[in-house]
């Protein structure tokens, strides 16, 4: 049973518009939401990450904001750049020091120049 | 900086034989992580461990094995390995357990079983 998905296998757009890849949870008892980015060939490297207690970080051009009622969370890039095409996954941490990161599927990003 | 290193690379492995894949890293984290990754899915938690001396099993720990007698490595043992761990492997550590604390990866072995 999934609890955190990505519905979106993959994303398109174009340089220097906004992307926004989207990640569900199901599970209330996260504490904290991460976003990954993974080059081909590479490890995943971390972006941003968000509190369970507040809804909105940002970090120059990333911005992740979270919609607890709604179970919902968003990774807006903006302005989209042709290096930022890559995998994104969002991963989730459970309360109680537990050390098991749950990752979504991941979103194929590609920015087109 | 080397952060967290992974051997090999890539590894192509006959059904029925060991390997041990290496994972290193040198930033003195007390948490290390094995993950798992197959193609379109998210990785999966193998083993963990909290220190050096201690491991623990995650979602999908079926053949495999860990070990961890210095801060510093973590392998990872398949003793008789099966097609259906063709897989790309992922070693992962951090600092502490707090939950904003970000895991930083390794490049990944590429593991295939024919």
């Known amino acids: 049973d999934q609890q955190v998905k990505q519905n979106s296998p993959s994303l398109s757009v174009q340089e220097g518009r906004i992307s926004i890849l989207n990640c569900d949870y199901t599970n209330s008892m996260f504490d904290y939401f991460l976003w990954y980015k993974k080059y081909p060939a590479e490890g995943p490297t971390f972006l941003i990450s968000?509190?369970?207690?507040?809804d909105k970080n940002e970090d120059g051009r990333f911005t992740v904001f979270l919609n607890k009622s709604a179970k919902h969370l968003s990774l807006h890039i903006v302005p989209s750049q042709p290096g930022d095409s890559a995998v994104y996954f969002c991963a989730a941490n459970p309360q109680g020091g537990s050390e098991k990161l749950v990752f979504g599927k991941g979103t194929k990003l590609t920015v087109n120049p | 900086n080397a952060g967290v290193t992974q051997t090999p690379k890539f590894r192509i492995l006959k059904i029925g034989q060991s390997m041990t894949l290496q994972c290193t890293q040198d930033?003195?984290?007390?948490?290390m992580y094995w993950y798992r990754q197959d193609p379109g899915m998210g990785l999966k938690l193998i083993y963990y461990?909290?220190?050096?001396?201690?491991?623990d099993k995650g979602e999908v720990p079926n053949g495999y094995n860990v070990s961890r007698s210095t801060t510093e490595d973590f392998p990872l043992r398949l003793e008789l390995a099966a097609p259906s761990q063709t897989s790309v492997y992922f070693c992962?550590?951090?600092?502490?357990?707090?939950?904003?604390?970000?895991?930083?990866f390794g490049d990944g072995t590429r593991l295939s079983i024919l």
């Open positions: 461990s909290v220190g050096a001396g201690i491991t």
């Open positions: 968000i509190s369970s207690i507040k």
């Open positions: 930033m003195n984290h007390n948490y």
């Open positions: 992962a550590s951090r600092t502490t357990d707090r939950g904003g604390q970000p895991q930083h």
